[in-house]
């Protein structure tokens, strides 16, 4: 995703963003486009669903400078982001009740 690439050359260890800044471009920059359709998302499979949070995952050791290895529930809570998988059950929830 190109919109990642941006927060990635600004994680830079040396010279790069800090964290909230990272975090704030992060949310308005990459996480509204995720979030778009999210509602139609949660019906989508499980492929489809595990590459959309992979992206979130790259983005969140970005910010947080982790490694490959840090477990992504670790950069949530780090850089206080609610994961897809939950975000997703919330919203669909708020669809059902809308279109009851």
Not at 26 to 33: D, E, K, M, Q, T
């Amino acid at each position: 995703m190109k919109r990642l690439s941006l927060i990635k050359r600004l994680a830079s260890t040396s010279w790069g963003s800090d964290m909230d800044t990272l975090r704030s471009l992060y949310l308005g920059y990459v996480r509204s486009v995720i979030y778009y359709n999210l509602c139609l998302q949660a019906s989508s499979s499980k492929t489809v669903q595990s590459e959309i949070d992979r992206v979130q995952n790259h983005a969140l050791r970005f910010i947080c400078g982790g490694m490959r290895s840090t477990p992504t529930a670790a950069c949530e809570i780090h850089v206080r982001i609610e994961p897809l998988g939950l975000r997703r059950k919330k919203l669909l929830w708020r669809c059902m009740k809308e279109h009851k």
